[in-house]
């Protein structure tokens, strides 16, 4: 069974950055698209950033010149650079793995990471 882990998120200060990290395991032939998603309390999940095996990007409008995907395939690793951070990016981010396969399944399927938290006080 393939899991995503994330880490790296936290509290930060207006204006200051974070980064955060997903690394997939368990048996991983390939994945196809990575990403993050992001649901803020009495919202629901919106995309920030997607990225394909390739290297092609897709961001969500709000978050465009400010957040910077990028990926590992070689560690099965997504990251996520967050600057010049406002209150309004306060969520929990979800790390995204699709069409995933393992060694253990000739199936595709997609996976969520458990979340982290990322808090921006003003």
């Known amino acids: 069974q393939a899991q995503l882990v994330e880490s790296g998120g936290g509290l930060v200060q207006a204006g200051g950055s974070l980064r955060l990290s997903c690394a997939a395991s368990?048996?991983?032939?390939?994945?196809?698209?990575m990403g993050w998603y992001r649901q803020a309390p009495g919202k629901q999940r919106e995309l920030v950033a997607t990225?394909?095996?390739?290297?092609?990007?897709n961001y969500g409008n709000s978050v465009k010149g400010r957040f910077i995907i990028s990926r590992d395939n070689a560690k099965k690793t997504v990251y996520l650079q967050m600057n010049s951070l406002t209150p309004e990016n306060t969520a929990i981010y979800y790390c995204?793995?699709?069409?995933?396969?393992?060694?253990?399944?000739?199936?595709?399927?997609?996976?969520w990471g458990q979340g982290t938290q990322v808090t921006v006080s003003s």
């Open positions: 995204y793995a699709g069409s995933l396969r393992t060694i253990f399944s000739s199936t595709y399927r997609d996976y």
């Open positions: 990225i394909t095996s390739g290297g092609s990007t």
């Open positions: 368990g048996g991983i032939v390939s994945i196809s698209g």
